[in-house]
C-alpha cells in the first residue's frame, strides 16, 4: 500500500464503485449527488453512458437511467444529444445548503448516531495506525495539507477534509481501510462535514487535524486516535442539532 495516495483520483474511482445492496436509484442518485456536491465530480464533468454507469455500479440499466432523471430533476446534470453528446454534470455550488438539508431532514437521529459510530471506528483504527506507520515524510505532507486549506472559505476547509481524511487513512497501510474511509467519503462526506459551514467550526477543524498531525509524529497513536473520534463525534453532534433546528422551521 503506498504512503500516500492521490486523493481526488481515488476518491473519483470510488464514487463509481459497487454498491452494496445495489438495485435502488435512489442510492445511485445519493452516490452522484454527494460526489458532485462534494466537487469530486466536477462542474462541466461529463458522466460515463447508461450501460458504464449500470456496470461499474453493479444495477440495472433502467436504475441507472432513473437515477440520471433524478440529477437532471434536481439541475445537477443537463444531458445533451447528438455527437459530442452525454450527460454533464452542471452544478458550481449553488443550492448546496438546500440539497444537503433535504437529506439531513431525511435521516433520524438514531441513523446519524449510527452512522457516526461506524465511521468514528474506522477514523480510530486509521489513525492510530497512522502513528505507527508514517515517515517524515508523509508527516510533512499533512502537515502541508493543513496548512495550505483556506479556513475562511467553506468550500476548500470541506476539500481539506476529506484530502487530510484520505490520506491518514493511506498512512494505514491497510487496503480495507482505504476502501471503506472512500466509500463513507463518497457516500457521506458532505453530509457529515456540514459543520464546516460555521467558521467557528472550520476553526476548530483545523486545529483538530494539527493535532493529529502532531499525535501522528509523536508516534502517539492514543492520542491520534481519541483526537479522530471526538473530531467525528462533535460532527454528528452539530448534525443532530442542526436538524432539530430545521425540524422547527418546517
Known amino acids: 500500500m503506498p504512503q500516500s495516495i492521490r486523493p481526488r483520483t481515488v476518491a473519483h474511482a470510488a464514487v463509481f464503485g459497487p454498491l452494496e445492496g445495489a438495485g435502488r436509484a435512489e442510492l445511485v442518485a445519493q452516490r452522484l449527488t454527494d460526489a458532485i456536491v462534494l466537487g469530486i465530480l466536477a462542474d462541466g464533468e461529463r ?9 461499474k455500479f ?5 436504475t441507472a437511467r432513473e437515477a440520471l432523471d433524478t440529477l437532471r430533476h434536481k439541475g445537477l446534470v443537463e444531458t445533451k444529444r447528438g455527437r459530442g453528446g ?10 448546496h445548503g438546500r440539497l444537503q438539508d433535504e437529506r439531513l431532514l431525511g435521516l433520524s437521529r438514531v441513523q446519524l448516531r ?10 480510530a483504527m ?7 506507520r508514517a515517515t517524515d515524510t508523509d508527516v510533512d505532507n499533512l502537515r502541508r495539507i493543513v496548512e495550505s486549506a483556506d479556513p475562511t472559505d467553506e468550500g476548500a476547509a470541506r476539500r481539506a477534509q476529506g484530502t487530510f481524511r484520505l ?10 481501510l482505504v476502501r471503506e474511509e472512500l466509500r463513507l ?6 453530509l457529515l462535514w456540514l459543520c464546516l459551514r460555521n467558521p467557528d467550526y472550520r476553526d476548530r477543524c483545523r486545529e ?12 502517539d497513536g492514543e492520542r491520534a486516535r481519541r483526537l479522530s473520534v471526538r473530531q467525528i463525534t462533535e460532527a454528528i453532534e452539530w448534525l443532530i442539532e442542526a436538524k432539530a433546528a430545521l425540524e422547527k422551521t418546517e
Open 114 to 123: 449510527d452512522l457516526g459510530a461506524h465511521y468514528a471506528a474506522i477514523g
Open 126 to 132: 486509521t489513525a492510530e495506525l497512522a502513528a505507527d
Open 185 to 190: 467519503q463518497a457516500e457521506f462526506g458532505p
Open 86 to 95: 452525454g450527460s454533464f454534470v452542471t452544478y458550481a455550488g449553488a443550492g
Open 47 to 55: 458522466l460515463p453512458t447508461e450501460s458504464l454507469l449500470a456496470r
Open 208 to 219: 483538530a487535524q494539527r493535532g493529529m498531525v502532531a499525535a501522528i509524529e509523536a508516534q
Open 167 to 176: 490520506e491518514v487513512s493511506a498512512l494505514s497501510q491497510s487496503a480495507r
Open 58 to 62: 453493479g444495477v440495472a440499466t433502467v
